[in-house]
């Protein structure tokens, strides 16, 4: 199993950048992907994340209304389109799962910011500068 986030870099205040995670190992339909970020010498906060069953989504109140996610199966990617970033959204941005388990977003998250599970990989660096 592995999941690989990419899309990071650097980008104006107000500007835009679309994250993606591809899996592999597993089929993505079947599981919830979350994303999760942390700034230097801050804690993890959940970003975002896709339930598998019902297609519904969270967004912590700090994106909400400024980022999208979204999942395309056939390609076993998921996305988190990001748009008028601020310098606040500078982090590390980690895709995760949890195939074992397979919970609902709720779980997921807490599994990672709150019981700071192992990350998937590097994750891939957002850097918004003012």
């Known amino acids: 199993v592995q999941l690989q986030a990419s899309g990071g870099g650097l980008v104006q205040l107000g500007g835009s950048l679309r994250l993606s995670c591809v899996v592999s190992?597993?089929?993505?339909?079947?599981?919830?992907i979350g994303w999760f970020r942390q700034a230097p010498g801050k804690e993890r906060e959940g970003v975002s994340c896709?339930?598998?069953?019902?297609?519904?989504?969270y967004y912590a109140d700090s994106v909400k209304g400024r980022f999208t996610i979204s999942r395309d199966n056939a390609k076993n990617t998921v996305y988190l389109q990001m748009n008028s970033l601020k310098p606040e959204d500078t982090a590390v941005y980690y895709c995760?799962?949890?195939?074992?388990?397979?919970?609902?977003?709720?779980?997921?998250?807490?599994?990672?910011?709150?019981?700071?599970?192992?990350?998937w990989g590097q994750g891939t660096l957002v850097t918004v500068s003012s």
């Open positions: 190992g597993f089929t993505l339909d079947y599981y919830a």
């Open positions: 995760v799962t949890d195939p074992d388990l397979n919970p609902d977003c709720v779980l997921l998250l807490r599994l990672w910011v709150i019981h700071n599970r192992p990350s």
């Open positions: 896709i339930n598998n069953r019902d297609g519904s989504t």
